[in-house]
């Protein structure tokens, strides 16, 4: 799950990411239960300001910083794998 920029004065949105991160994490758990793979559901906070999830820090990556640094940065390593891979395939 990856939030971009929900800071708190508007906090609905927030909870409701935060929501669907127990939501989306008891399924996965009750999946594992009944043999599936082991799936984690993982909340991505991107905030300057305010990128804890104290309601959940265990399942939260927090990063300070804006959407577009964050983006960035992603894509740098998305494109670093990528060429990996076709190195060692």
Avoid: H, W
């Avoid at 905030?47 to 804890?52: C, G, K, S």
């Amino acid at each position: 799950i990856l939030e971009l920029g929900c800071g708190t004065r508007v906090p609905v949105v927030r909870q409701e990411t935060e929501c669907v991160l127990q939501d989306a994490s008891a399924q996965a758990e009750q999946c594992e239960q009944e043999g599936a793979s082991k799936d984690r559901v993982t909340l991505i906070r991107v905030n300057p300001d305010y990128p804890l999830n104290p309601r959940d820090p265990n399942r939260t990556i927090s990063l300070q910083c804006t959407a577009l640094v964050a983006l960035e940065s992603i894509d740098l390593e998305m494109q670093r794998l990528q060429i990996e891979e076709k190195q060692f395939s």
